[in-house]
Antibody
Framework: EVQLLESGGALVQPGGSLGLSCAAS????????MTWVRQAPGKGPEWVAA????????YYVDSVKGRFTISRDNSKNTLSLQMNSLRAEDTAIYYC?????????????????WGQGTLVTVSS | QSVLTQPPSASGTPGQRVSISCSGS????????VNWYQQLPGTAPKPLIY???QRPSGVPDRFSGSKSGTSASLAISGLQSEDEGDYYC???????????FGGGTKLTV
């Protein structure tokens, strides 16, 4: 059974930093691209960052480029998101999600399993 | 404003058929496949349709997807109260070089 368990969400001040983690199990982690998707209160989901199975390729939405870093440790089946210079508009539930196809590429790859999400609140 | 345009709301009565549209452009729907996600209240989104019209295992055949040109559509037949929630289309955008979601459609049954 595929399981994705996010952790690390918290209340943080504007300009601060926070790291999120996602523990994955139930599938061959290194074969699949992984993604962070966020959903602000009352809004639709937004892709934040994605990483290929081996970790060589990454994608970031423009609004987080230069501030967020996605990474993965295939030996520990863990996905991470380091968030720096946080802004109020980064406030959202952050979901870890698995790509559907075992090509390892996130290109045009739908998301077939999602975690329960972790809440990040940026406020003074 | 989302790259993919969906009606903000849709509604129907139990047993009816409802359709939700998703309009894009040549750089997204026109050149890539469309996926649909269902988000029930208080839960994470879950996949509903892959690659325009493929249902994941466990999704009832009441749900169907189609695509024509730069638009896609999700149809739900035999509407049930538990279908009430938000529905999002998504596709890769070649201009943005990344994936995009539609703004979402809130379905009321």
């Amino acid at each position: 059974e595929v399981q994705l368990l996010e952790s690390g969400g918290a209340l943080v001040q504007p300009g601060g930093s926070l790291g999120l983690s996602c523990a994955a199990s139930g599938f061959r982690f290194s074969s699949y691209a992984m993604t962070w998707v966020r959903q602000a209160p009352g809004k639709g989901p937004e892709w934040v960052a994605a990483i290929s199975g081996i970790g060589y390729s990454t994608y970031y939405v423009d609004s987080v480029k230069g501030r967020f870093t996605i990474s993965r440790d295939n030996s520990k089946n863990t996905l991470s998101l380091q968030m720096n210079s946080l802004r109020a508009e980064d406030t959202a539930i952050y979901y870890c999600a698995k790509g559907r196809y075992d090509s390892g590429s996130y290109y045009n790859d739908p998301l077939d399993y999602w975690g329960q999400g972790t809440l990040v609140t940026v406020s003074s | 404003q989302s790259v993919l345009t969906q009606p903000p709301s849709a509604s129907g009565t139990p047993g009816q058929r409802v359709s939700i549209s998703c309009s894009g452009s040549s750089s997204n729907i026109g050149s890539n496949t469309v996926n649909w996600y269902q988000q029930l209240p208080g839960t994470a989104p879950k996949p509903l349709i892959y690659r325009n019209n493929q249902r994941p295992s466990g999704v009832p055949d009441r749900f169907s997807g189609s695509k024509s040109g730069t638009s896609a559509s999700l149809a739900i037949s035999g509407l049930q109260s538990e279908d009430e929630g938000d529905y999002y289309c998504a596709a890769w955008d070649d201009t943005l070089n990344g994936p995009v979601f539609g703004g979402g459609t809130k379905l009321t049954v």
